[in-house]
Structures are given as structure tokens and as C-alpha cells.
């Protein structure tokens, strides 16, 4: 498991928020498959050097979502969502993203047309990295 | 807490070994000049008799004493001020052990310390001078005492360093609190009659800066909170210091304030003629009267005449007393060299002692040695007077050598002797009868008047002789007025014939008859008879000096008086007024901030006793708290009490300013 | 037993001389938390700490540490309490094995290999003295020195004071090292945002003597809000609002910080009829500066006075 994760405390979004952000992008990018095991609390506090309140309330929240379940005994792993997040709040957080993506690009110059390639370019050369298991 | 001690240890040993080094210089210079001394008195340059003997000697007492304030005062200090940062403070105090243990080691290591600085010393020089042939003078082990008293004095001071250190003082003076109790002891330490006595005071004085540095110890400096014992012994310790002050300042004020010619004396004297005259001092205003009150004018010029125009008669005196104690404290106090012996005469490389026990006893200048003694040795059996010591003579005192009369004249209680220091000898001049006792006795020295060389005077129980330089009875009175009233005699030879006698009272009965017991005098012919005698009229009292009066009236009722002189205590009804005054001012402090009835109660009591000095203590330690304007009642009350002195209410939570953020937090597993 | 708050204070209070350094502060700890407190300098938390651990006398009110009276704290509990100091003063001529000798005789729990494991972390000289130390290796000397006795609550009076960013983040993981324990406690004041925000449970802070501020660190953040409102023109006037901590203007936009923004004070902010209005999220820092700082309208220091280009 190559988990990275970084937290900066002098940004404006909570320690907790940005453990659970950073896993479930790594999850999202398949960094993180189901199955895999995270480090315990206590592990992931002493590497971030964070109160282990903070990451024990990320990992609830992450539990709550559904993407990681912890086994007593075992340690905290990865599970195939059981809940899906609704659509419009996927809609709600991909929108940011479109925004800066799209203002960018037409920043720098591209146009609509170029942006759309480079964009479907990028989707399949993820889903051939990925392989069928997306 | 042996961690602790050992910390000290290692934290203060440098000033320890600092005190050492420069105490053993101290009294190494001492001991080097000691030989050049002895050499001085062979040239007939000499000292008094306590040079001879360190131990006693006053001016190396007074270093002593003063090193070892100085050293026990800043070993105590440094000790506090070691832990000065707060948080040094705080890692010192904040551990699993009791204050009263770390204050422990730290006054066990002071003390060990303090001891290894001063003590040492001060026990080689008193170790080498018990060893013959260190110093050419008696030695006895209660020589010791005076440096063991100095030596324990320092302790005090040690704890006056302690308190020093540790009390967060506001203003600069009041740190020094400790140190008036410190200097007192010492000061009474010199004038001290017995040992006892000063290690009582020792440990009076000590015990109470002890106390009064454990408080503020237990409070980390601070007034408040201490336990009510620390508490009491500092106010005490305070007020003592302040008291020291006082009375240095007025005495000095007063003193440069009124004129200097206060001082005022009167007495009487004798001319050569046999004339009774009266001397009357004020400052520099002398005037010359005769017993009746009429001025007396010289004869050939018709002026007023000065004292020193007079020629004195030529005279003996002798007493019945002892060694002539007139009462002053020095000779009396323990640290006198005349408690041990005097300084009698040089001959042959010998110094003769007459030790205060009545025996000449001989040293030799270059070995240093004892080298001889010379006692009458008779007993006294069945009606004869004791004949196995000498009385001592009226010159016997913290004096000289002298030189000048090799020849000397002592006397046992039964026979009168004469010295012969060349041959060793005594050489019996006159034995009393059967019942009678020689009680006091002088030699002439040598007289202006050829009559009178050689003579000895000796008081009996019964008479007056006066004996010629070969012991024959030249003349001979009966002792009347007699001692123990008039234990004093003074014998006149009269020109160009006769003599005169003055009898004077003893001080203490004299002041206790009322004054009735007056000075008298008789003229005596030259076969013996009794021409005329006389009383002296009682001279008016001496008027005390303005500055000492003030002080007195503003002395602590408290204060024991009768450790004054009778013409002190004129003002002393007047010292109730101050002590008044600061009881009112206290109450009224105490009332606007709100002490407990007890503590006004404690307060009037301790101002009534103390007077000002108490009451100056008592605005030097106390913490006063601050005030704020009540929310009830709007008057200010003081802000250490929950609720208010005057209305009654509480104090008002902090305003609110609507930004608070208070959420509970819950107990987390 | 362990329900029982480990500080608890009640109507503390303390002058020094006229001035008031801690009013009326109520304060309770629970067991087992990291505990911030936080406040300007000279606000009073030193005093607090002193009080606590029976330093200091208060002028009125308590406090009480692990259920004993701080003025009356007993050896038994002094030995469960560890206190680490912002100058980390200990006695110059000693070594570092020397104070950990020193210190060892007298806690009866002390741990070796915790006082050696700070020391090896911190790279320290058994040999070394003490006044040769830098501040931040003297700081792990102080931190070895209070870890080893394994107190059950730690108080630390601004540990970071003056320490490098290697001393400062070891001391952090010092503290997260103690929490491995549930019933150890860490009650700790500090400057450094950043070490707060990933170490604390909790946050106190005091205002010039006032508590003003007890709750999770989270909803400090959550109850600090800053809204940013842009105007066509100059920004109007501001209007009293509930909460209100700072304004800052500038040419078309108003950005204001308050205390828990609700719809009331939505609605008196859309009166000023703004172009646009916008919650902007803050950093702990922000929210602490804004907090703390001067209410009323704010700008940058010597903003009015004229550069010359």
C-alpha cells in the first residue's frame, strides 16, 4: 500500500477533513484498493504527528461513508461502498473541479474542442491503467 | 534530601572555600605581626595586655565578628538566590518531598558549609594557641568563648541572609530586614557578662530569623498566607531592625540638630593646700568654685581661675572592691581580657601576668613559654587571713605593661608584699593581726613628692596604713567611714605638711540610699591625728543629652527599661502616646481593608506594645489588597474576599461581550 | 474516579498590584484530553499555571489538581504531576546525567529508558553541562527530565517557546506519545496555531483575564466565520452585528469576521444590499488573530501613511 497522506495545519480545511479528502481520493484513484489495510490510529497519528482524536474522527467519518470498516483485532480496511454517494452530492463536488479545469484551459488559450480531447484522452488512459476491475 | 544537601554542597562550596581562605589570611596576619609585637615590647614599645593573647584581643575579635556576619549573610542569600529565576524556583519546589525538607537541606548545608569556612579557621587559631609556645600569655579553654560566640553569631546571620533572599520585598529597604536582629546580637555579644548570655541571645535572635524565614519560605516570599508563626517572627524581626534604625537616625539627626555643649558634668577635687574646689562643665564653659559656691579667683591676679592652673596634690587610691569595677559593661562582659589577667610588668626577656585569680605568672618573649609563677604561698587557717593569692590592685586592668616600676607591691588578704622580679622573690612588708584582713591596697608609683615614693597604702578591715618603702607604719587611721559603704579611699599628702583622706560611697548602695550616703573627707596631721572632716554635698545629676531623651520617648512600651540608666527614663511615661497613635492609625488601615476582627484585634494589641517602630514594621510587610468598586453597593471593597465587606454581594461575573464560545466537553474514553 | 475532572478551578482570581490578571476564571479539564490554552501575552495563563501547581497564591476563588487543593498539594500528588517551564531553567553546573540522577531520587516511578529514549532523540551528551546547552537541547532536557517520572497530567507553560522547528515538532511528538495512555492528561499553553491545531483536543482561551472561550478545538473553527460581501461601489457602513469580531474594507469589498453566524446576522448583512455574499473558511490562525484581536474595523499597520515610489 502506497498511502500518502499530507496535512497542513495552517489551512483553512481541519486536519480531519483533509486525512478523510486525502483517502478517499486514494481510494477514488485506486491508490487504495478494497481490501487494503490503513495504518491503525494510533499508527497514522504518530506519522502525521496529529492528536489520534483527529484521525479516529476521520476514520468514523470515513466509516460512516462507507469506504473503510474497522475489525476489531485485525486493523482498518478498505470495503466496497455500500453506500453510494447520492448524485447530486457527487454533482456537488465535482463542479469545483470543472470550474477550475475549464477556466484554466481557456485561460491558457485552448479551446473548448481541445479541452474535450485532452479530456477523454485522460479518462481512457486511466481506465486502461485500471483495467476492467473499474 | 541527601540529593538536595549534596546539590548545595556543590553549588555553594566555592564561597565556602573563599570564607576559608580569607579568614586563615586574616588570622595568619595576626600571628605574623604577633612576633614582631613581642619584639616591640622588649624595646619598651608596647600593647595593652589583650594584645598578648589573640583570642582576646579586640580588634581581631571585632574582624572576626565582622567576617562572620558578612559570610553567614551571604552564604544564606546565595543559598535563596540560587533558585532566583521563578522557574528555576518553581523546579526546586514543584517535587514529591515537603518545603520543610528542602528548607532542611538547605540550612544543613548552610550550616556544614559555614562551618567549614569559619569554623576551621577559627579552630586552628584557637588550637595553636593552646599549644605552649605559640603565644607568651596565659591560656585557658574559656579563652575560647569569645570566638565561639562570634562564630555562632554568624549563624543568625545566616538566617537573616535566608530571609533576605527569599522575601519579595517592594520596597528596597525592607529587604534588609533581618539584619538590625543580626547587628543587635552582635552588639550585645561584646557586652555580655557570661557566655550563657550570649548563646542565649544566640539562640533567641537565631530562632526567630529561623522562623521568620521558614514562613516566607513556605510562601515563596509573599506575606500572605504564611503560617501565622512565620508571620509573628517576622513583625517581631522587623520591628527589632526598625527599632535599630530608629534609634541610629535620631541619634544622628538629633545629635547634628541641638548643639553639642549639652553635655553637662560636675565634681569635686582637692588643691594641693587641702582646699576643697568644685569644677562645673558645661561644653567648653568651665567654672571653678569652692564649697560654699563662691567663685574661686587666683590669688595674685584677681581672675577666675581654670582647672588646669591648679596643681593637683600628690595621691594614693585604693578600694576595697576587687579590681576597681566602677560597673561599666566592657569590663564586665565575658570578651574582657580582665576576666583572665593584666599586663603587669617586663624584666629579663619575662612578661609578668597577674592573672585575674591572683597570681603573677611569667612567659618568656622568645620561647614563649611559660617561664615561672610567684604567689604567696601561705594558706589561711583557724582567724588568719587567706594568704594563698594576691588581691588585685587598682592599676590591675586592661592596660600596659609598666615598664617604669620594676619594682611592684602586691598583697595577699593577709601581708603585704614586695616584688622582686630579679630575684624571684616576695618579700613581706607588713602581716594584719590575728582577725583583721587587708582588703585593698596600692603602691606609689613614682611621686613628684620624694615623701611619697615607695609608699603603700593598705585598707584592713579596720584601718588605714600607710607604710614606708620598707614596710614600717608611717601612719595609721582608723576605717571609718567604712567599707562596705565607703569602699573607697583616696589619699592626699598635703603641702607643704599633712594629709588628707576622701572616702567615696559605693555607686550602687549610694543610689540606693536616696543620696543619702555623701562623699567625705578627712584632714589628717602629720603625727595622725584628725584635724577636720567633712562631707561633700551632693552634686547635682547629670543632664542626659536631648538626642538620647527623644529616643527613649519613642521607644515600644514593650521595650524593658530597666535595662536603662535611672536619668533615662524621665520621657519613657510618653511612649504610650505614639503607641496610641499607631494603634488608631493601624485600626483605621486594618478597617478599609477588611481585616478579620482577629486580625485588628492582634494588630491593636501588637501596636500598643510596639509603638512606632512596630507599627513602620507592620507597614513594611504587609501586602495590601487591592480595591474595586463594588457592583451592590458601588463603595470599594477589597477583592480577596468572596463577598462584599459593606453590602454583602458577590462579586459580578466578567461582562459578557456576546462573542463567548462555551460548549461542553465530554469526558472521552 | 476517572469522571472527575484533573483541573478544576472556580472563581480564580489574581491582582497584581491594581491590575487584574485572572478574573473569576472557571475552568474544568477532563481526564485523558489534550487541553489548549491560549491567549494573548499577558493574558494571564503563566499566573493560571503558577496558581495551579500551588506557585502562587490566588487573591480568590480555587483551584484544585487531581482532587487535591493546589495551595495544600501534597508530595504524592506533586509526584504525579509533570510541569515543564517556557525557559526550561535548570542548575547551570550540572550535566545532563547529573539532573538525570538528581531528578530520579526523587520520583519513585521514574523511568530510565523514557528519560534516556528523550535524551538519544534530542541528541544529548550524558556529559554535557547544562549552561552549554542551546535552548532547544535544554528544552529536551526539561521534557526528559518531566517524562520520566510518567506523570499522569502534564502542565506546560509554553513549551515552544523560543525552540527551532526540529525541537518544537519533537516536543509535539512528545505529547502525542503521551496520549497513547487514556488516563494521562496534557494541560498546555501556547503561541504556536499549528502545534495547537494537530496536538489538542480542546481549546481554552483567555481574553486579558477572561475566559471567553471553552469548547472542542473544532468548534472554535466552526463558530468563527468570516463572510466576504462585495459592494458595486464603496462599502457602506457597517451595522451593529451579534458576534461582531472585525471588519476589513477595502475598495469594493467588506470582510467581516463574527461569532456563531446564524440567519439573523445573514439578514442584517443582505440589508447592506451587497453584490455578492460569501463564507470564506479560516485557518485555526485566522480565526484565533481575528478573535483576539481589536474589535471594530481593522487595517494593515501603517496603511495610512504615504510610501514614497
Known amino acids: ?134 | 534530601m541527601k540529593k538536595l544537601i549534596l546539590k548545595e554542597l556543590r553549588e555553594q562550596y566555592k564561597i565556602a572555600l573563599i570564607g576559608l581562605a580569607i579568614l586563615t589570611v586574616m588570622l595568619s596576619l595576626e600571628f605574623a605581626g604577633y612576633g614582631s609585637h613581642l619584639r616591640q615590647v622588649m624595646s619598651m614599645a608596647q600593647g595593652p595586655s589583650e594584645s598578648f593573647q589573640p583570642l582576646l584581643k579586640h580588634a581581631l575579635l571585632v574582624q572576626v565578628s565582622i567576617f562572620c556576619a558578612v559570610f553567614g549573610m551571604l552564604l544564606g542569600w546565595l543559598q535563596i538566590r540560587a533558585e532566583k529565576h521563578p522557574d528555576l524556583w518553581a523546579f526546586l519546589v514543584h517535587r514529591p518531598i515537603s518545603r520543610n525538607i528542602i528548607l532542611r537541606s538547605k540550612v544543613v548545608s548552610g550550616f556544614v558549609l559555614y562551618a567549614a569556612g569559619a569554623g576551621l579557621p577559627l579552630f586552628g587559631i584557637i588550637l595553636v594557641v593552646s599549644i605552649p609556645g605559640n603565644v607568651a600569655a596565659p591560656f585557658t579553654w574559656a579563652m575560647a568563648l569569645p570566638l565561639i560566640s562570634i562564630f555562632l553569631v554568624g549563624m543568625v546571620y545566616y538566617f537573616a541572609g535566608l530571609l533576605t533572599g527569599v522575601r519579595k520585598a517592594r520596597w528596597f529597604a525592607s529587604r534588609g530586614v533581618g539584619l538590625g536582629l543580626g547587628v543587635l546580637a552582635n552588639i550585645f555579644l561584646f557586652v555580655m557578662p557570661e557566655f550563657w548570655h550570649a548563646l542565649l541571645i544566640i539562640v533567641v535572635t537565631g530562632s526567630l530569623l529561623a522562623l521568620a524565614a521558614w514562613g516566607s519560605f513556605q510562601t515563596g516570599g509573599y506575606y500572605r498566607d504564611q503560617p501565622i508563626a512565620g508571620k509573628v517572627a517576622l513583625i517581631v524581626t522587623s520591628s527589632v531592625s526598625v527599632l535599630v534604625i530608629l534609634g541610629l537616625t535620631t541619634t544622628f539627626v538629633v545629635n547634628l540638630a541641638l548643639s553639642r555643649g549639652e553635655y553637662t558634668t560636675s565634681y569635686y577635687q582637692l588643691t594641693k593646700e587641702g582646699n576643697i574646689i568644685r569644677i562645673f562643665r558645661q561644653g567648653f564653659d568651665e567654672e571653678v568654685v569652692d564649697i560654699n559656691g563662691q567663685t574661686v579667683l587666683d590669688e595674685k591676679s584677681g581672675q577666675k581661675i581654670k582647672q588646669q592652673d591648679l596643681q593637683q596634690p600628690q595621691q594614693l587610691w585604693a578600694t576595697t572592691k576587687g579590681n576597681g569595677q566602677r560597673g561599666s559593661y566592657q569590663q564586665q562582659s565575658f570578651f574582657n581580657i580582665t576576666r583572665f589577667f593584666s599586663a603587669w610588668r617586663v624584666k629579663d626577656q619575662a612578661l609578668w601576668y597577674l592573672t585575674a585569680d591572683g597570681r603573677l605568672v611569667a612567659y618568656d618573649v622568645i620561647t614563649r613559654r611559660f617561664a615561672g609563677i610567684l604567689a604567696p604561698s601561705g594558706g589561711g587557717d583557724g582567724g588568719m587571713a587567706n594568704d594563698s593569692r594576691f588581691l588585685l590592685p587598682p592599676e590591675y586592668g586592661p592596660g600596659y605593661f609598666n615598664n617604669h616600676q620594676t619594682r611592684g607591691v602586691l598583697a595577699s588578704a593577709r601581708t603585704a608584699y614586695l616584688v622582686d622580679l630579679e630575684k624571684r622573690q616576695l618579700k613581706p612588708l607588713f602581716t594584719v593581726t590575728n582577725g583583721d584582713a587587708i582588703q585593698g591596697f596600692a603602691g606609689a608609683r613614682s611621686a613628684r613628692l620624694e615623701a611619697a615614693n615607695g609608699s603603700v597604702l593598705l585598707l584592713t578591715r579596720t584601718s588605714i596604713r600607710l607604710l614606708d618603702v620598707e614596710g614600717r607604719t608611717k601612719l595609721h587611721l582608723p576605717y571609718v567611714p567604712s567599707s562596705p559603704e565607703y569602699p573607697m579611699v583616696n589619699f592626699f599628702w598635703l603641702e607643704p605638711a599633712g594629709f588628707a583622706v576622701r572616702f567615696d560611697p559605693d555607686h550602687l548602695l549610694s543610689e540606693k540610699s536616696g543620696g543619702k550616703l555623701l562623699s567625705h573627707v578627712k584632714w589628717v596631721n602629720p603625727d595622725g591625728s584628725i584635724r577636720k572632716a567633712q562631707d561633700l554635698p551632693k552634686l547635682p545629676e547629670l543632664i542626659q543629652k536631648n538626642a538620647d531623651r527623644f529616643f527613649v520617648s519613642l521607644l515600644p512600651p514593650i521595650f524593658p527599661l530597666w535595662s536603662l540608666n535611672e536619668s533615662y527614663r524621665v520621657w519613657s511615661g510618653f511612649r504610650i502616646v505614639p503607641a496610641i497613635l499607631c494603634a488608631g492609625i493601624g485600626w483605621w488601615l486594618g478597617r478599609r481593608n477588611n481585616f478579620t476582627l482577629k486580625a485588628q484585634i492582634g494588630w491593636g494589641v501588637f501596636h500598643l506594645l510596639f509603638g512606632l517602630p512596630g507599627f513602620l514594621a507592620f507597614l513594611a510587610v504587609q501586602e495590601w489588597p487591592p480595591r474595586e468598586s463594588c457592583p451592590g453597593c458601588n463603595k470599594l471593597r477589597v477583592i480577596d474576599r468572596e463577598s462584599c465587606e459593606h453590602c454583602g454581594a458577590n462579586f459580578a461575573p466578567p461582562e459578557k461581550t456576546g462573542t463567548e464560545i462555551f460548549e461542553p466537553l465530554t469526558y472521552q474514553s | 474516579m476517572s469522571d472527575q475532572p484533573v483541573i478544576r478551578t472556580r472563581g480564580l482570581t489574581r491582582y497584581f498590584g491594581a491590575r487584574c490578571v485572572v478574573r473569576d476564571l472557571n475552568l474544568e479539564v477532563p481526564r485523558g484530553c489534550v487541553f489548549a490554552f491560549v491567549g494573548r501575552n499577558g493574558s494571564g495563563k503563566s499566573t493560571t499555571i503558577r496558581m495551579l501547581l500551588g506557585l502562587l497564591r490566588p487573591d480568590r476563588g480555587q483551584a484544585s489538581v487531581l482532587g487535591c487543593d493546589s495551595r495544600q498539594l501534597t508530595p504524592e500528588i506533586r509526584a504525579r504531576i509533570g510541569y515543564l517551564t517556557e525557559e526550561h531553567q535548570l542548575y547551570g553546573w550540572m550535566t545532563v546525567r547529573e539532573a538525570g540522577e538528581f531528578q530520579a531520587a526523587f520520583f519513585p516511578r521514574w523511568d530510565e529508558k523514557i528519560f534516556r529514549g528523550v535524551i538519544g532523540h534530542f541528541g544529548l551528551k550524558p556529559e554535557a553541562r547544562v549552561k552549554h546547552l542551546s535552548r532547544g537541547m535544554r528544552a529536551g532536557l526539561c521534557l526528559a527530565l518531566t517524562l520520566a517520572p510518567d506523570p499522569e497530567l502534564l502542565i506546560l507553560d509554553d513549551p515552544a517557546l523560543g525552540l527551532d522547528p526540529v525541537a518544537r515538532r519533537s516536543l509535539v511528538e512528545s505529547m502525542i506519545y503521551l496520549t497513547r495512555r487514556s488516563d494521562r492528561t496534557i494541560f498546555f499553553s501556547s503561541h504556536h496555531l499549528g502545534d495547537v491545531e494537530r496536538v489538542a483536543d480542546y481549546l481554552a482561551v483567555l481574553d486579558y483575564s477572561v475566559l471567553r472561550v471553552c469548547c472542542p478545538l473544532e468548534s472554535f473553527r466552526d463558530n468563527v466565520q468570516e463572510v466576504q460581501l462585495r459592494f458595486a461601489g464603496a462599502p457602506p457602513p457597517l451595522p451593529a452585528i451579534p458576534g461582531f469580531l472585525q471588519a476589513i474594507r477595502s475598495e469594493n469589498q467588506l470582510r467581516v469576521t463574527c461569532v456563531h453566524y446564524n440567519g439573523e446576522t445573514e439578514k442584517v448583512l443582505r440589508y447592506l444590499s451587497p453584490v455578492s455574499l460569501e463564507l470564506v473558511p479560516l485557518s485555526l490562525e485566522d480565526a484565533f488573530i481575528s478573535y483576539l484581536g481589536e474589535r471594530g474595523e481593522k487595517s494593515f499597520i501603517l496603511s495610512d501613511t504615504e510610501v514614497s515610489s
Open chain 1, 1 to 134: 500500500m502506497d498511502l500518502i497522506i499530507n496535512i497542513n495545519p495552517g489551512s483553512s480545511v481541519p486536519i480531519y477533513k483533509q486525512i478523510t479528502e486525502q483517502v478517499r481520493l486514494a481510494a477514488a484513484t485506486g491508490k487504495l484498493q478494497v481490501t487494503d489495510q490503513l495504518p491503525s490510529v494510533r499508527a497514522l497519528a504518530e506519522s502525521l504527528v496529529v492528536n489520534p482524536n483527529t484521525v479516529a474522527r476521520a476514520y468514523a467519518d470515513l466509516a460512516r461513508e462507507g469506504l473503510i470498516e474497522t475489525r476489531p483485532g485485525r486493523g482498518v480496511f478498505v470495503i466496497h461502498k455500500r453506500k453510494v454517494l447520492a448524485r447530486e452530492e457527487g454533482r456537488r463536488r465535482i463542479e469545483p473541479l470543472m470550474n477550475t479545469l475549464i477556466s484554466e484551459g481557456l485561460a491558457m488559450n485552448f479551446t473548448p474542442d481541445e479541452l474535450k480531447e485532452a479530456f477523454e484522452k485522460k479518462l481512457s488512459q486511466w481506465k486502461n491503467e485500471k483495467g476492467p476491475k473499474q
